[in-house]
T-cell receptor, first 111, second 116 residues
Framework: AQSVTQPDIHITVSEGASLELRCNYSYGATPYLFWYVQSPGQGLQLLLKYFSGDTLVQGIKGFEAEFKRSQSSFNLRKPSVHWSDAAEYFCAVTNDYKLSFGAGTTVTVRA | GAVVSQHPSRVICKSGTSVKIECRSLDFQATTMFWYRQFPKQSLMLMATSNEGSKATYEQGVEKDKFLINHASLTLSTLTVTSAHPEDSSFYIC????????????FGDGTRLSIL
């Protein structure tokens, strides 16, 4: 069965600093991977996705993620965080029609 | 593109009431729609998957008579919480997907349901 682990429950970062959110997956075949962001009281917005090809994928809002098969990881990064990036971030994997979500990482941005 | 509209955004009602939540794909045809439930500070829990014109597939532990799902068209799915009780209070989110099984799901903004 597929599963996703986000080791960090909560990360606090200063505005302008870099951000990296970790995601590890467990899946037997080539996974389809996603990062979503959720602002309080809102639905989820797709940041980026990885299906195949270039292992470094660019997303919206200045985010990027790198797929590393050897480490079963798909970490999300942003070089310079803005206060508006404070939100909940979910990594997800799918192999058929179901999405399996990680537990989420809460990002707090301090001035 | 790929906008999903969910309505209402918030519902407060008395125990015993049935509540209907609508999920619409505005600019694409959603062959499959999903309904999730999210508890505070937790991840999303898939409740059911619905394909247009067929019965929904419910996840284990989800009462299908309690949570009625209809997917009558390629742009609309509804979730009806029947005879709602306080324990049904939660944040419900729908998503929709067009095309193949591994395409991204696009999410609505959720419905905050509060049962008094």
């Amino acid at each position: 069965a597929q599963s996703v682990t986000q080791p960090d429950i909560h990360i606090t970062v200063s505005e302008g600093a870099s951000l990296e959110l970790r995601c590890n997956y467990s899946y037997g075949a080539t996974p389809y991977l996603f990062w979503y962001v959720q602002s309080p009281g809102q639905g989820l917005q797709l940041l980026l996705k990885y299906f195949s090809g270039d292992t470094l994928v660019q997303g919206i809002k200045g985010f990027e993620a790198e797929f590393k098969r050897s480490q079963s990881s798909f970490n999300l990064r942003k070089p310079s965080v803005h206060w508006s990036d404070a939100a909940e971030y979910f990594c997800a994997v799918t192999n058929d029609y179901k999405l399996s979500f990680g537990a989420g990482t809460t990002v707090t941005v301090r001035a | 593109g790929a906008v999903v509209s969910q309505h209402p955004s918030r519902v407060i009602c008395k125990s015993g009431t049935s509540v209907k939540i609508e999920c619409r794909s505005l600019d694409f045809q959603a062959t499959t729609m999903f309904w999730y439930r999210q508890f505070p500070k937790q991840s999303l829990m898939l409740m059911a998957t619905s394909n247009e014109g067929s019965k929904a597939t419910y996840e284990q532990g989800v009462e299908k008579d309690k949570f009625l799902i209809n997917h009558a068209s390629l742009t609309l799915s509804t979730l009806t919480v029947t005879s709602a009780h306080p324990e049904d209070s939660s944040f419900y989110i729908c998503s929709a997907r067009d095309g193949t099984a591994n395409q991204p799901q696009h999410f609505g903004d959720g419905t905050r349901l509060s049962i008094l």
